[in-house]
C-alpha cells in the first residue's frame, strides 16, 4: 500500500521558472491538501480539494495553482517561481469530509528557488 | 478561524522519564484536535485525535493526550520517553466551519540517554 506519493523529492529552481509538484493517493480518499512547511512556522494549507473538479483556495494560496481531474492525482503548480517559494511541501489526503478524521501526508519535496 | 498554539520550540527529557508536549487552541464550535510527530526527511504521521467523550485519549507508540476544555488545552504525554521518541511533534485542530486543518508551529522533543 503506497499511500500518498510525491515526486520528485528535490528540486532547485531559478527565479522566474515553473515546475509541477506531482502527488498521487491509492486510497480512493476524496480530501486531498497541499501543505508548505517553513522552520518555526508549522504547516500553511495552500490549496485543498473535497473531490475531483473541486478545489479552493486555503490559507496561502498566492503564486500556486492546482487541479484535480481524477481522485487519485492533485498536482501543484508554481508557474513564477520566487524565492519566498523555497520551501518543502507535502501533500495529505483524508477518507471522509467529515471533520474528524485525519490526514495522511506524503514524504515531502525539498524546493529551493535560487 | 480556528488556530493552535505550542507554546515550546523545543522539549528535552532524559530517557525513562515522563515526557509532555503542550497545545492550547482556539476554535469556534466544538473542536477536532490531533497529534502528529514528524521524524527527520519524512511525512508527518497520525498519532491520535480527540473527537468527543473521554477527555483522555490513547494513541500510537504509546502516547498520551489529555483534553481540556476550560483550559483549551491538549497536550501530549508519555510515561516513559524513549531515544527513539526525539522527532518534531505537531498539534492540529478542525472546526466544524472549516475544510481545512490547522497546525501549530512544532515542538521538537529530544529525549536524551
Known amino acids: 500500500n503506497a499511500g500518498v506519493t510525491q515526486t520528485p523529492k528535490f528540486r532547485i529552481l531559478k527565479i522566474g521558472q515553473s515546475m509541477t509538484l506531482q502527488c498521487a493517493q491509492d486510497m480512493n480518499h476524496n480530501y486531498m491538501y497541499w501543505y508548505r512547511q517553513d522552520p518555526g512556522m508549522g504547516l500553511k494549507l495552500i490549496y485543498y480539494s473535497v473531490g475531483a473538479g473541486i478545489t479552493d483556495k486555503g490559507e496561502v494560496p498566492n503564486g500556486y495553482n492546482v487541479s484535480r481531474s481524477t481522485t487519485e492525482d492533485f498536482p501543484l503548480r508554481l508557474e513564477l517561481a520566487a524565492p519566498s517559494q523555497t520551501s518543502v511541501y507535502f501533500c495529505?489526503?483524508?477518507?471522509?469530509?467529515?471533520?474528524?478524521?485525519?490526514?495522511?501526508f506524503g514524504q515531502g519535496t525539498r524546493l529551493t528557488v535560487v | 478561524a480556528q488556530s493552535v498554539a505550542q507554546p515550546e520550540d523545543q522539549v528535552n527529557v532524559a530517557e525513562g522519564n515522563p515526557l509532555t508536549v503542550k497545545c492550547t487552541y482556539s476554535?469556534?464550535?466544538?473542536?477536532?484536535l490531533f497529534w502528529y510527530v514528524q521524524y527527520p526527511n519524512r511525512g508527518l504521521q497520525f498519532l491520535l485525535k480527540?473527537?468527543?467523550?473521554?477527555?483522555l485519549v490513547k494513541g500510537s507508540y504509546g502516547f498520551e493526550a489529555e483534553f481540556n476544555k476550560s483550559q483549551t488545552s491538549f497536550h501530549l504525554k508519555k510515561p516513559s520517553a524513549l531515544v527513539s521518541d526525539s522527532a518534531l511533534y505537531f498539534c492540529?485542530?478542525?472546526?466544524?466551519?472549516?475544510?481545512?486543518?490547522?497546525f501549530g508551529a512544532g515542538t521538537r522533543l529530544t529525549v536524551k540517554p
Open positions: 492540529a485542530v478542525r472546526d466544524l466551519y472549516n475544510n481545512d486543518m490547522r
Open positions: 495529505a489526503s483524508s477518507y471522509s469530509t467529515l471533520m474528524n478524521t485525519e490526514a495522511f
Open positions: 480527540y473527537i468527543t467523550g473521554d477527555n
Open positions: 476554535v469556534s464550535g466544538n473542536p477536532y
